[in-house]
């Protein structure tokens, strides 16, 4: 337990289905991320919010759309997602901090296939 | 993106120690050093980090070289629960940690 949990673990979809993958963290962090991990790549990061405001967003279709509502809880909205979109996606938290350094934690991922 | 390269996979035995290379010749001077490392069906952990100096702690040693291109992490007696991949990144802006392909590690009884 790493104090991120994500929900749900797995979730089956069709491409016309619109769904969320959900997130919290009760660590006090600041700074939450989203992250995919597909078959035999590194991981990828999607986007960091600080602060609750999104600070990076790596070049991610539409169809993927993230939302902090504060800095406990992370979403990522699907919707009209692709076959090349199945994956295990991994949210994780942080503090952000003024100068320093910070390690992440990570949840156990939600295993994503779109059918 | 920071980069970071390692070698795909490594073997070790069990008891034995461990040393878990990584390159990053394109280090900044803010950017941190650190490991992570997944278990099967598991998120990333953390294993430890470091900027210019070795680091201890309960897990693992932290090998920095003086011009901070390359790392080694350090496990001083493997055990089968150490079997993960372990990752080599480079924390840049504080809050964005690139990975990249990691090492995977075997550990034999």
């Known amino acids: 337990e790493t104090g991120v949990t994500q929900t749900p673990r797995h979730l089956v979809m069709g491409m016309t289905n619109k769904k969320s993958l959900k997130c919290e963290q009760h660590?006090?962090?600041?700074?939450m991320y989203w992250y995919k991990q597909s078959a035999k790549k590194p991981l990828e990061l999607m986007f960091v919010y600080s602060l609750e405001e999104r600070v990076e967003n790596n070049s991610v279709p539409s169809r993927f759309s993230p939302e902090c509502p504060n800095s406990s809880h992370l979403f990522l909205h699907l919707h009209t997602l692709q076959p090349e979109d199945s994956a295990l996606y991994l949210c994780?938290?942080?503090?952000?901090?003024?100068?320093?350094?910070?390690?992440?934690?990570f949840g156990q991922g939600t295993r994503l296939t779109v059918v | 993106d920071a980069k970071t390269t390692q070698p795909n996979s490594m073997e070790s035995n069990e008891e034995e120690p461990v040393h878990l290379p990584c390159n990053h010749s394109?280090?900044?001077?803010?950017?941190?050093i650190h490991w992570y490392r997944q278990l099967p069906s598991q998120g990333p952990e953390y294993v430890i980090h470091?900027?210019?100096s070795n680091v201890n702690n309960r897990m693992a040693s932290l090998a920095i070289a003086e011009d901070r291109k390359s790392s080694t992490l350090i496990l001083h007696r493997a055990t089968l629960r150490d079997a993960a991949v372990y990752y080599c990144?480079?924390?840049?802006?504080?809050?964005?940690?690139?990975f990249g392909s990691g090492t995977k590690l075997n550990v034999k009884p």
């Open positions: 394109t280090i900044s001077g803010t950017d941190y």
């Open positions: 990144i480079l924390l840049r802006n504080f809050n964005k940690f690139y």
């Open positions: 660590l006090g962090h600041n700074a």
């Open positions: 470091g900027l210019t």
């Open positions: 994780a938290s942080s503090q952000d901090p003024l100068g320093g350094t910070t390690e992440a934690f």
